[in-house]
């Protein structure tokens, strides 16, 4: 069972571009969550999702970020505009169910130049 | 004030040494997570408790509800142990982890 893929591992954008990073979850888990590591500093959670739903993104910046994860295929998080201020680490995480561990994925590094 | 505090913020010891790592928090939890971020940026999943103790190999994580403390212990540690060890609090509703700043630990042979 393979774990949580993200992909890319690192994305360079220049400022105004659009990033879209991907998630694919572990295989049975219906639970994605979204966390954002800025550099020199803790992690915090962006939004969570079930399939084809959002149920929190009480965590996303209110412009430019959007999440999904459709009926099939990956989550995408994706930033329009992107802003020197969004370059950091971004982790997805995976569940079966919404009580159980959490398993993380290896993160993109974003870097807007 | 944080809803939650991990102490030491950094910790360097020598190999052999039991290490204990400590989170305190000020919100009701349905779990307590701690996670291991190794310098290449991967995040690991260590334990998730709702009460009591568990033990992994040389890794023991306690929880005490009543005083909305929980610590890691590492026994015989080892320079493959350092690393930072984030404690996070989860609520059990429809939101992520609430996550410490981290203790950032480095063994030396």
């Known amino acids: 069972n393979a774990g949580v893929m993200q992909n890319p591992r690192h994305l360079v954008r220049r400022r105004g571009q659009e990033a879209r990073l991907r998630c694919s979850p572990m295989?049975?888990?219906?639970?994605v969550y979204w966390y954002r590591q800025l550099p020199e500093e803790g992690l915090k959670f962006m939004v969570y999702l079930q399939k084809e739903n959002i149920i929190d993104e009480s965590g996303m910046p209110k412009e430019r970020f959007s999440a999904e994860f459709p009926k099939e295929g990956p989550s995408i998080l994706r930033i329009q505009q992107v802003v020197r201020g969004d370059s950091a680490a971004y982790f997805c995480a995976s569940s079966p169910e919404l009580t159980d561990t959490q398993y993380f994925g290896p993160g993109t590094r974003l870097t807007v130049l | 004030k944080n809803e939650v505090e991990q102490s030491p913020q950094n910790l360097t010891a020598q190999e052999g040494e039991f290490i204990t790592i400590n989170c305190s928090y000020s919100v009701g939890i349905s779990a307590l997570h701690w996670l291991q971020q190794h310098p290449g940026g991967g995040i690991v999943s260590l334990f998730m408790?709702?009460?009591g103790k568990k033990k992994h190999g040389r890794l023991i994580a306690t929880i005490n509800i009543q005083e909305k403390h929980s610590s890691l212990h590492i026994t015989a540690s080892h320079p493959r142990d350092s690393a930072v060890y984030i404690c996070a609090l989860g609520r059990g509703g429809a939101d992520g982890l609430t996550f410490g700043k981290g203790t950032h630990l480095i063994i030396q042979p």
């Open positions: 295989k049975g888990h219906s639970h």
């Open positions: 408790l709702s009460s």
